[in-house]
């Protein structure tokens, strides 16, 4: 059934709230294309693929009848290949040419469905299983440059020395942009945790197929989903380790490279200028680190630490968002801000009123010694007018929705749906009730605009068990978690606490300690100094705009049956509230421009775009902040808010220091 698309008019609803730039976080239009998805279908045609499968079929008809069909249901726009390994080389024992034995039977390009048919016939199964091998072939295939998704079926492990989870990991610490999806062919259990090991490696997720049907369901939703795979965009940017020397990023959208050290901590700078006095500079990144084990879960994960600057070494906000592993591929966000003074302020500080009226200052990322090689990261830069009266304001929301306090929205039958793979491809959804299929490991996104005076409301509802005899046959041991998070438009996470967990148990029935319905607050201005910090942070819920849901099925022992399985997940949004006016904006001249007239200062321009300024350097050298951030009075600088969230599926935990 069809999803009808929400009208989205965000770029018009922040144009009027004085955004110099972009969204801070990407929108439809912003997505990479079908056709810059390259896809590389990767099958083993080892001799164990002449064994039977359920179906009666031997596993490389069933396999080659799953492709066939898949083949179909490939995006037009998508360039797609193919490669098999073991099929030419028939040795008793694993040799030098058989643990090489891998072909490019259909190069990457522009979908050519007669000729990928005809590729998918041309081989038989007769030889070893070179995985790691064909893998680092296959990463040639794929080509230098762009997104590149592999999705490899296997009904067995590998046959050679090699190890082909190291080589995913060596591939993607290298930098590569590189996706494995795995497909286990009616595997045993040493060569399901194998090609889970690979997925995982490379924020893959990983598909169980029992029998040749289960395999062309999981092959038609792969080659789909690859074609819409987690990605970033925007205008290359390089950002440096000292500030004095950092890139000047004009308001816009930029993509770089976070490097990672296994022994010493790492940053990067950017430099931007404010050009609307009284204006908040917003600065906002995105990214999709690899799990650094096989771990279903781990406390002690490596922080991502985005700071404001100015070029005292003042610090004017800080978000540190920790990467935690439990078995999820989740987005990670951090955000830094320059707001104006707060006028209610009975206590202002000397840094506040600094970094309210600076004209240039400094976003700061750092990342402590961990072995992830290099991060894609993208990075947002915005700069948004005041209210013009910004004194006589209505107060924000001075405590949170209590949790669970509204019930779920759920309403008829769910519509069924397929999230994107991350912010830049989200699935627009209209207020209603859903269902989707995600698999252990899995995050899928979905977009709502919330306007002025809104506020959204998400609820887990439960998991569809009808036919579904695996769900059916839970007992008290077995625990599924499934998880939410709602994302405001800078990338802001707000999760409600242990509450954002749906809980299945015995029978495939929720458990009774768990609601999860999340209400963020109705969006407006003063939220970014009334109202409390949610779990990670509260002042990307002063903006109207796309917010984001993620949900996702976590990985753990007490749910390693349902491993590669899709969860069929059911789930509702509201909007609450009816849409307001956002106040009006505009350029206030500052303490220092009080002789100004309204002619000297800068006027807004909707259409700024990010120049070519790599190469430009900062004027004045900073001083060097300490590393933890303390630089000057804490007392002045304000309490540390601590907030711990579990970022759907228990992705992250994102602390805020707000100064």
Not at 277 to 306: C, H, Q, W
Not at 617 to 646: F, H, N, Y
Request: charged share 20%; glycine share 8%; net charge neutral.
């Amino acid at each position: 059934m069809k999803v009808p698309m929400v009208k989205v008019t965000t770029l018009a609803a922040l144009a009027t709230a004085g955004l110099l730039a972009t969204p801070v976080l990407a929108h439809a239009d912003d997505a990479t294309d079908a056709k810059d998805a390259k896809i590389l279908l990767m099958l083993d045609a080892s001799g164990s693929m002449n064994q039977k499968d359920p179906s009666g079929l031997t596993k490389i008809e069933a396999a080659k009848k799953a492709l066939t069909a898949t083949v179909g249901s490939i995006p037009e726009q998508s360039q797609v290949g193919l490669r098999v390994y073991g099929a030419t080389v028939n040795t008793p024992k694993p040799t030098k040419q058989s643990c090489t034995d891998t072909q490019l039977v259909h190069p990457v390009a522009a979908v050519d469905k007669p000729g990928l048919v005809k590729a998918i016939g041309s081989f038989k199964a007769v030889g070893d299983t070179p995985i790691a091998y064909s893998l680092g072939q296959a990463a040639k295939d794929l080509g230098t440059d762009g997104k590149r998704h592999i999705i490899l079926v296997s009904d067995g492990e590998e046959s050679c020395s090699a190890d082909p989870c190291a080589e995913v990991k060596k591939l993607v610490g290298l930098g590569i942009d590189l996706q494995v999806d795995t497909v286990g062919f009616a595997v045993n259990q040493t060569a399901r945790r194998q090609l889970q090991c690979i997925a995982q490696a490379s924020n893959g997720s990983y598909y169980d197929a029992k029998d040749a049907g289960a395999l062309q369901s999981s092959l038609s939703k792969l080659s789909t989903r690859a074609a819409r795979s987690f990605t970033l965009s925007g205008k290359p940017v390089t950002g440096t380790a000292a500030p004095q020397e950092a890139p000047l990023v004009a308001p816009g959208q930029y993509v770089d490279r976070m490097p990672t050290s296994p022994s010493a901590t790492v940053k990067r700078h950017y430099r931007l200028q404010r050009t609307i006095p009284g204006s908040s500079m917003r600065f906002s990144v995105l990214g999709r680190p690899p799990m650094l084990s096989n771990a279903y879960e781990s406390i002690d994960a490596p922080k991502m630490t985005t700071r404001m600057l100015l070029p005292t070494g003042a610090v004017c906000s800080m978000t540190t968002s920790t990467w935690l592993e439990s078995g999820v591929a989740m987005t990670l966000t951090g955000q830094a801000y320059a707001d104006p003074q707060d006028p209610k302020a009975q206590f202002p500080t000397e840094e506040s009123k600094a970094c309210a009226e600076a004209t240039e200052m400094y976003a700061e990322l750092t990342y402590p010694a961990v072995k992830f090689g290099q991060i894609p990261i993208e990075i947002r830069v915005a700069e948004e007018a005041s209210p013009l009266d910004l004194a006589s304001l209505p107060d924000g929301a001075k405590e949170l929705p209590e949790r669970n306090s509204k019930p779920s929205p759920a309403k008829g039958t769910p519509v069924k749906v397929d999230g994107g793979a991350g912010f830049s491809n989200a699935t627009p959804v209209q207020p209603g009730t859903y269902q989707t299929n995600v698999v252990p490991g899995e995050t899928v996104y979905f977009k709502v605009p919330v306007a002025y005076g809104q506020s959204l409301r998400h609820a887990l509802d439960g998991i569809d068990v009808l036919g579904r005899p695996q769900f059916q046959e839970m007992t008290n041991l077995d625990v599924l978690t499934i998880r939410q998070t709602t994302f405001a438009p800078d990338g802001t996470p707000f999760t409600p606490g242990f509450d954002n967990r749906l809980v299945i148990e015995a029978n495939g029935q929720p458990s009774k300690f768990y609601r999860p319905v999340a209400v963020t607050p109705a969006v407006n201005y003063r939220n970014r100094w009334d109202t409390p910090a949610p779990s990670g942070g509260g002042r990307g819920f002063a903006l109207a705009g796309d917010y984001y849901v993620a949900v996702s099925v976590e990985r753990s022992p007490r749910s390693a049956q349902f491993d590669g399985t899709d969860i069929p997940v059911r789930f509702s949004i509201a909007v609450d509230g009816e849409a307001a006016e956002p106040p009006a904006t505009g350029p206030r001249p500052t303490a220092s421009d009080a002789s100004h007239t309204p002619s000297d200062t800068p006027e807004a321009s909707a259409s700024s775009t990010p120049e070519d300024t790599s190469s430009q350097t900062a004027s004045q050298e900073p001083t060097q902040p300490t590393d933890d951030g303390s630089k000057g009075d804490p007392k002045a600088i304000g309490g540390a808010m601590l907030v711990l969230a579990a970022l759907a599926g228990g992705g992250a935990y994102l602390v805020r220091r707000r100064r």
